[in-house]
């Protein structure tokens, strides 16, 4: 893998990922962008324990462009985008508009928060990138090469290693949300990196049961919902040598997919070379399950669990969230009062349906 | 309140509320409905300890029909709907496609579950209802007299005593979705209520957060927090006799209200006839300027959270939470992949900022 970093003219870094050296890609961004006054915010929400990100600066972000003026697309004459090259492999850059931002260090000394009687605030830290898959405007993550999607991992390892050693970061989140059903603001095939200067809402939750699990029985939690997944084997989607994905017994969302490696590490960084490999296989597999579920390729969220950076880490399992909000060809899974207001889901497909299905639509 | 219940021809339990007596509403369902094979289950998620519901016969339920075919309309000749009378004040019926169905009180003895190993199932128990505000299929709840939110709020007391009083039923939840936008399946202005077999995984979060600050303070945070924002007073939307109504400090909605009873009480039920009668002003004032947030009605979430049927009720305050998932006039506030897959929810919207919009907004 070859790395080139550059920065954009407005101070924000963009890194060129190629699968061999020498393609040398454009170092100048032609453009004379004006900084963003990008600030954020965190605040904690008492009676959920949540922090919640605030960031202003957002509301004037660009909102599915003509695909002329897509700012993903590699530049061209006339039309200057976000990547200064004419073509690119994967390309990570830091997002123009970024719900967290980075503040200066003295701000972040007070991590544990300013507390003005209940309302606890405090300065974000963080960041939020994008990860372009191809230059290829028309293309999906489902219809990439197995090298490219290889390319693809080894940029999330290395964004995922650079953010975590920053400071103020706790946790870092690399996702995709693919569909207009679903929000995505830019068609162009690409994923996003959050790096979060909290551990999310979710982790600590999973981790709280990871841990009292542990308290009681002494064994990890991860480990035995795996094993007894494998062993009852009505949920399963497939089993590789590697890797195993499932529909879970308690499944959220009308089709979901959990995908682990059957070796427990804590982010993506520990996978083995044959892990990585397999993964791109079963990346491509799973996805393309999502395409043939409905007339139309499903709008999905893929979503990489990893470890937080500094806690939770021996007991935290790596794995792979892949689920979509559509529940028939023609309706989707809304989340109305009972999911926003109360978090209770109501489902109208059973997970060993949901998984019987996902298994018919092996190629 | 004059209160007429019937059964449909299917066995579904209907009750008109009527303001006086003596309105005699039609006692017969014209129609002959086969029984619906309803039968849901429950699925504890072992890493968030919450239960899923599963109802797999709600697949076939009707999706925004013609108006011309609302079930929810009085019945006419030729069209007959799920409200058998010619006209009607407000009206409560369960759901022909509920989510949640009762079990057999057998079935219910072994209320903890049945554990195969880490997979934790049972039937289930509870009820769906939907609740018609008025005849008129184009009104909006925000358009009603004051006299019939005061026998809505009737209705739903009515509602939750009988439904808490069910075998199984741990939480009884009333809400409104409004809006195509957030998946409503009906455009007849209603609401529903759900009695649900279990603590929603909400209300149990926000119970931890009361006890755990009790047992730190010996105070109740509900109390702090409406203390502290009437205090503070930026982000207050009203402020009444016996209701205040503000923005939260840490709100996850770009548009979110949180409305309580100056004095803490469990439930509706617990409202004292003033508190009651001035609450209709309340509703009526802050759904008013929800519709004049955005050119078009804002599509919103209108959530009573209520204590629990058997336990935390000592601490928890009845409020009601309501929000919109519109940030401007043409874009959505979706849950895409931090909301969505973990729980970090990151807003546009500045909560003071919100707050001064919405008091604004006063007629």
């Not at 202003?56 to 993903?72: G, I, K, V």
């Not at 007070?110 to 209940?118: D, F, I, M």
Request: glycine fraction near 4%; hydrophobic fraction near 35%.
């Amino acid at each position: 893998m070859n790395k080139t970093p550059i920065k954009l003219s407005d101070g924000r870094q963009l890194t060129y990922y190629d699968t061999a050296a020498g393609g040398r890609r454009e170092l100048a961004d032609g453009r004379t962008l004006s900084a963003v006054n990008s600030t954020s915010e965190l605040r904690c929400d008492p009676f959920l324990g949540a922090w919640v990100i605030y960031a202003t600066h957002r509301q004037d972000r660009s909102y599915l462009p003509a695909a002329a003026e897509c700012p993903l697309c590699p530049s061209r004459d006339g039309h200057r985008t976000e990547i200064p090259a004419a073509d690119y492999e994967v390309v990570v850059f830091e997002n123009r508009f970024p719900a967290l931002t980075a503040s200066p260090a003295a701000e972040l000394a007070n991590q544990s928060g300013q507390r003005r009687g209940l309302f606890t605030a405090r300065p974000s830290a963080g960041s939020c990138e994008v990860v372009c898959y191809t230059s290829d405007h028309r293309e999906s993550f489902a219809q990439l090469s197995h090298d490219r999607v290889s390319l693809v991992l080894e940029a999330l390892i290395d964004r995922t290693a650079e953010l975590a050693a920053r400071p103020g970061v706790e946790q870092v989140y690399c996702f995709e949300n693919r569909g207009r059903e679903i929000g995505v603001t830019q068609p162009h095939p690409h994923g996003q990196i959050y790096a979060y200067p909290f551990v999310t809402p979710r982790t600590e939750r999973v981790l709280a049961s990871v841990h009292s699990y542990f308290r009681r029985t002494r064994r990890n939690l991860f480990d035995d919902v795996l094993a007894a997944e494998r062993a009852d084997g009505s949920r399963l989607v497939l089993a590789a040598q590697h890797w195993t994905a499932f529909v879970p017994h308690a499944a959220h969302w009308p089709y979901e997919i959990h995908c682990y490696p059957n070796r427990r590490v804590p982010d993506l960084a520990s996978l083995s070379p044959d892990e990585r490999h397999e993964l791109a296989d079963v990346q491509l597999d799973l996805l393309g399950r999502f395409s043939r579920l409905f007339p139309e390729p499903a709008p999905y969220i893929a979503a990489w669990h990893q470890a937080p950076v500094r806690r939770g880490r021996r007991h935290f399992a790596l794995h792979l969230e892949l689920f979509t909000v559509r529940r028939t060809s023609d309706k989707l899974k809304y989340l109305a009062g009972s999911e926003s207001g109360m978090a209770a889901f109501a489902s109208d497909v059973i997970p060993e349906a949901a998984a019987r299905r996902l298994r018919e639509l092996a190629r």
